[in-house]
């Protein structure tokens, strides 16, 4: 997992170099950060995922059974690092943090699948469907965007994913998930600047 961390935080310090106008993704991170901390999207995931599971506690083989899925579901499928390497594959056909993040839930398949059960497999089920889903879109959407936009999404990603690989090696504790509507804002900064620049 600290192999996997520390090349996490390369693949993320790679794409945030990157960036051709550090302005962008400064004002768009500033205000994506401050717009996740008011609305305390990790605190809501983190305790929709608390109530989710414990439905499930306890209870007879198929409650254990939803309960493998549903945990390895979330645990595979929420976060920055999910809808940063989607939208990287399908935007910029760049799978490599798409790859590091399947490699990151194989080993963490395994691991759960042995101490919760059988469950955990339908999981690699729905993160296909997950997943793919938003690259496909990605790939749609891609043609009626510009070259910039594309590039300004991927670098402010980046940044998000160096952020989560500084967790993984347990170097910081940032709440990653209340950085991701900083990929909602930089398509406004860049409108604004491209205005502002006229």
């Known amino acids: 997992m600290q192999a996997l961390g520390i090349c996490t935080v390369v693949i993320g310090a790679q794409g945030a170099v990157a960036e051709p106008d550090i302005l962008i993704m400064i004002v768009s991170a500033v205000v994506g950060v401050f717009i996740g901390e008011w609305l305390d999207l990790d605190g809501r995931i983190n305790r929709f995922t608390e109530r989710l599971t414990s439905r499930f506690a306890g209870g007879g083989e198929g409650a254990r059974i939803a309960n493998a899925f549903i945990t390895s579901c979330l645990i595979m499928n929420v976060g920055a690092m999910v809808i940063v390497g989607s939208l990287n594959a399908g935007l910029r056909a760049d799978f490599a943090m798409l790859y590091t993040k399947s490699l990151l839930d194989f080993i963490a ?15 690699g089920i729905f993160t296909l469907f997950f997943q793919g889903g938003i690259v ?36 910081t504790k ?6 991701l509507p900083a990929l ?11 205005l502002w620049q006229r």
């Open 136 to 171: 496909l879109l990605a790939q749609y959407i891609a043609p009626f965007l510009s070259d910039q936009l594309v590039t300004e999404v991927s670098c402010t990603g980046s940044l998000l994913i160096l952020a989560l690989g500084l967790n993984m090696l347990e170097v």
């Open 109 to 123: 398949g395994i691991m759960m699948a042995a101490v919760m059960g059988i469950g955990v497999m339908g999981s």
């Open 184 to 194: 909602a804002v930089v398509p406004v900064v860049v409108t604004l600047m491209s």
């Open 174 to 179: 940032i709440k990653v998930l209340n950085y």
